[in-house]
Every structure is written in C-alpha cells, then in structure tokens.
C-alpha cells in the first residue's frame, strides 16, 4: 500500500497559491502583511485605528479571515477603506488559495499596502504561507507573558510583534505581565523581530508602529 503525506501535499498545494499570490502582488507593486494572532487580541482595533490615522497617508486594504459573520470586516468598511470577508466554516487558518481569490476583489492599483487579518489562532495559520512580505503577530497584556515560549513558531516567523492593550499596565490594574520576558522570549527565537508595545485605545506607541508600517514603501520586496 502507497502511503500518502496529506500534510506535505496540502502544504505544498498552498504554497503553489501563495507563489502566484506573491507574483500578482509584485505585478502590482504592493506590501502585504499576515497578521495572526489569539481571538480577541484587539487585532481588529488595531486596524480601525492605524486606517483611520493614516488616511489620506497610505491606503490600506484588508482581507478579514474568520469562521464565521463579516462582523470586523464592517468595522474596517466603516473606515471608509476596502475589506473582504473570508469565512472559513470551521478551518482555523485562511489558505492562500482563500487569499487569491480575495485580493482580486481588491482594488490593488488604489492601495499601498494589504493587511490580512487571520483567523484568531497562533498555531495553525503560522503553518500557511499566503504570499505575504511577512507576518505580525499580535499579542495582548490580557494574554500572559509566557504566549512566545508556548507558542514559538509564529514569533520565530514573524518579522513584528504588536503587544497590544498596554494601556491595561497603568493605573494599578491587575496584570501580571512581564513585557521585558516577552521581549526576551521573542528575541531568543527570532533576533530581528521588531517589537512595539502598542494601544490603540490611547494610543501609546502607534506612532512607532506606523512609522515600520510606511517604512516598508521603500525598496524591493522581501
């Protein structure tokens, strides 16, 4: 009896999409970043604030990956920029052929830079290229400190981490977080991971944020 890697050949099927995802966005000379990170994190909020803070400065697009309803693609539509609904049905990670077909309803020749927003998880989407320029990970105080050394493919892989719902540290609230041991973890696994502790309620550390974000205008693709 043969016997067959499902894994391998499901991998390698995606990665087949995510090559010609990488190759229309080229084509059209745009960024594209894969934002992942646990459910309620504050990724969508994260969104809303940086579109709307940088309107009129950059054009961002988002695809928005969830299980189910368009709930925070009508958050990001409010903003007045372009969003595209993904619903998985139960998978816990957007594929890049799901990825494809949404960036062709885009309007890419009107954008600058596409975010996606995956589905929230930290294991399963950092398995699956989507023909990103690279990968944010997003992670709140409310979380725990100790998320990049139980989880450490996704931050190993990811280029920026957003440790968001800072604004939860002041004011005597009761977190035990310790961001100088996320900084640490992370940067044991990954050296050139760029690491902004951000809230998009108050807005500490945004601006930080959006100066990486405009930052990757420039030069080739990575």
Not at 30 to 56: E, Q, Y
Not at 77 to 104: F, K, M, W, Y
Not at 164 to 179: E, N, Q, R
């Amino acid at each position: 009896m043969k016997k067959v890697d499902v894994a391998r050949k499901i991998l390698s099927a995606n990665e087949a999409y995510a090559q010609k995802n990488r190759e229309l966005l080229t084509r059209h000379g745009k960024r594209c970043f894969n934002m992942i990170s646990s459910p309620g994190s504050g990724k969508t909020t994260l969104l809303v604030r940086t579109i709307s803070d940088l309107a009129g400065a950059v054009r961002i697009g988002v695809i928005e990956g969830d299980i189910q309803t368009d709930i925070d693609a009508q958050r990001i539509r409010a903003t007045s920029a372009p969003a595209v609904q993904i619903n998985t049905d139960g998978a816990c990670h957007l594929s890049a052929v799901q990825v494809h077909r949404a960036l062709e309803e885009l309007p890419l020749d009107n954008l600058d830079i596409v975010l996606i927003e995956n589905v929230g998880n930290l294991v399963c989407p950092s398995a699956f290229e989507l023909g990103e320029d690279g990968k944010i990970v997003v992670l709140s105080v409310a979380e725990g400190d100790d998320k990049p050394a139980k989880y450490p493919a996704i931050f190993a892989k990811s280029k920026v981490l957003l440790v968001s719902k800072v604004d939860l540290l002041s004011g005597g609230a009761l977190i035990d977080f310790d961001l100088e041991r996320v900084r640490t973890d992370a940067r044991r696994l990954n050296k050139s991971i760029e690491i902004f502790p951000v809230s998009a309620k108050t807005g500490e550390g945004m601006t930080a944020w959006y100066d990486w974000l405009t930052g990757q205008f420039a030069g080739t693709r990575f």
